[in-house]
T-cell receptor, first 115, second 110 residues
Framework: EAGVVQSPRYKIIEKKQPVAFWCNPISGHNTLYWYRQNLGQGPELLIRYENEEAVDDSQLPKDRFSAERLKGVDSTLKIQPAELGDSAVYLC?????????????FGPGTRLTVT | RKEVEQDPGPFNVPEGATVAFNCTYSNSASQSFFWYRQDCRKEPKLLMSVYSSGNEDGRFTAQLNRASQYISLLIRDSKLSDSATYLCVVKRGAGNMLTFGGGTRLMVKP
């Protein structure tokens, strides 16, 4: 079974430029999460989707960040414009609510460097 | 104060040693507890859940003390392959919302 797929794996941009990350969750997983992980810290949730509905986006900096999951499958996270402090690893995860386990499965992440 | 706190380490131990990590959480409404493992430049992966009665998975033992809001992970007979960052994770409320600690780095040396 394929895991969570993310692209690109690495991205280097100049500040004030836009950037977008893409995530395809595990097939059948209706819950999708975007996390940001700064160096030496644990992942922090940015937004959570149940199917196509964003059910928790309280940690998403809405002035510059946006996300969508139009058909309840894959998702994109956008930053516009990027700032130096946005340099981090952006992780996507998915989980299924159908079973006993709510384990979240993470993708490999996109490592963003803003110069 | 962070909701989930861990000693960042690093813990440097020789192969075969026993090592323990601790974690404290501040929200008494936390319902479920986990340890995730993250290898360098890789994604986090679930290592084990933590149950109130304590649980063991091979060389790994997890304990939970709800009264003290404290979670521990014990690794016996450390292997070189155990070198990683161990993330303490708590879940509260409905909706599978996880809060991660900052992680404890373990380095097992020959």
């Amino acid at each position: 079974e394929a895991g969570v797929v993310q692209s690109p794996r690495y991205k280097i941009i100049e500040k004030k430029q836009p950037v977008a990350f893409w995530c395809n969750p595990i097939s059948g997983h209706n819950t999708l999460y975007w996390y940001r992980q700064n160096l030496g810290q644990g992942p922090e949730l940015l937004i959570r989707y149940e199917n196509e509905e964003a059910v928790d986006d309280s940690q998403l900096p809405k002035d510059r960040f946006s996300a969508e999951r139009l058909k309840g499958v894959d998702s994109t996270l956008k930053i516009q414009p990027a700032e130096l402090g946005d340099s981090a690893v952006y992780l996507c995860a998915s989980s299924s609510q159908g079973g006993v386990s709510y384990e979240q499965y993470f993708g490999p992440g996109t490592r963003l460097t803003v110069t | 104060r962070k909701e989930v706190e861990q000693d960042p380490g690093p813990f440097n131990v020789p192969e075969g040693a026993t090592v323990a990590f601790n974690c404290t959480y501040s929200n008494s409404a936390s319902q479920s507890f986990f340890w995730y493992r993250q290898d360098c430049r890789k994604e986090p992966k679930l290592l084990m859940s933590v149950y109130s009665s304590g649980n063991e998975d091979g060389r790994f033992t997890a304990q939970l003390n709800r009264a003290s809001q404290y979670i521990s992970l014990l690794i016996r007979d450390s292997k070189l392959s155990d070198s990683a960052t161990y993330l303490c994770v708590v879940k509260r409320g409905a909706g599978n919302m996880l809060t991660f600690g900052g992680g404890t780095r373990l380095m097992v040396k020959p």
